[in-house]
């Protein structure tokens, strides 16, 4: 039965994508043109699953190796809690503070030693001779692989079927909160609700979501890097991110495979009253005279042509 990975996200997360169906999301992909064009060049294996008989067979039976029953049962969603910025004289760096949650349908005691390999896989990769340490905190079993300079960490969390990844510490704890009840979940939350019916979430491979404070976030990020190093860069670039940032709710978005690509919906939720101010003047030209439009190339999928009625609205 398919969990509602929603249910982990905090409701005052920035970002939330998911994938309900791991197996199916590597077979559309391997099968889009994009792929197979770009797989060899790239040094990419052209086929993305293992044994396809057992990966069928995995999810009702558990025979097979854990990772095929890992990647045949699996959900993830990955969500964004904030950022965190460090400065170094004029330089300014901003981490994202990111939270991987798997739901396995599969016991602890056959999937955290596999998972826990891979992660220290990862540690070692990445930090060179990463450090490992546990701890208990509120009753839950933490393990945190650090770099050398203690500056970069890997922390996971198991709760009875699911693991909880992330590059910070309080959001894998606030992900379990969420699930547990102790903090609100992004599930209850209107908006999300909303946009997932709006993009037909339920039949995507693929569904993403940004909150109010995730635009601005992504809004106050687009204009901090066009603003350039004034005094003023930081002031005005708030202010674009709230004034843009109030007149949107959310945004959803969803993508499926289709004849070998891919099809993608996407939906933006305007806050209360911004719909009726700008729908006298976001009407549809009647008539259009193709011949008027020599600039437009043969071959042109689709074009669309914006008039201002109204600049002022």
């Not at 991987?100 to 602890?108: P, S, V, Y």
Request: glycine fraction near 8%; charge should be negative.
């Amino acid at each position: 039965v398919r969990t509602d990975m929603a249910s982990y996200a905090p409701a005052d997360c920035l970002a939330f994508v998911e994938a309900n169906d791991l197996s199916e999301l590597a077979q559309g992909i391997e099968a889009t043109q994009a792929w197979k064009a770009l797989a060899g060049p790239v040094g990419a294996r052209a086929t993305l699953l293992p044994n396809r008989w057992f990966i069928r067979l995995a999810p009702w039976t558990g025979i097979g190796s854990t990772d095929a029953i890992l990647l045949a049962r699996s959900q993830v969603a990955l969500v964004f809690t904030g950022a965190e910025a460090n400065q170094d004289g004029s330089n300014l760096t901003v981490k994202p503070l990111a939270t991987l949650i798997i739901e396995t349908h599969t016991t602890q005691r056959r999937m955290r030693p596999t998972l826990e390999q891979h992660i220290d896989d990862l540690a070692r990769r990445v930090y060179g001779q990463p450090v490992l340490s546990r701890k208990l905190i509120n009753g839950v079993d933490l393990s945190e692989w650090s770099s050398a300079d203690g500056a970069h960490h890997i922390v996971a969390a198991f709760a009875d079927t699911v693991a909880i990844i992330g590059n910070d510490e309080p959001s894998v704890l606030h992900c379990l909160e969420a699930r547990r009840g102790q903090r609100a979940a992004l599930s209850g939350e209107k908006p999300l609700n909303d946009l997932r019916q709006r993009v037909d979430a339920p039949t995507a491979n693929v569904f993403g979501f940004i909150s109010k404070p995730g635009v601005k976030s992504l809004l106050l990020a687009y204009a901090l890097t066009r603003a350039g190093s004034s005094s003023d860069a930081v002031t005005v670039s708030r202010i674009l991110s709230e004034t843009i940032g109030n007149l949107v709710d959310g945004l959803g978005w969803s993508s499926r495979f289709i004849d070998a690509m891919v099809e993608e919906r996407c939906s933006i939720a305007l806050s209360q009253g911004v719909a009726d101010k700008l729908r006298g003047s976001f009407v549809p030209e009647d008539k259009l005279a193709l011949s008027n439009l020599p600039f437009v190339p043969p071959d042109a999928h689709s074009l669309s042509l914006y008039h201002f009625r109204d600049v002022e609205g």
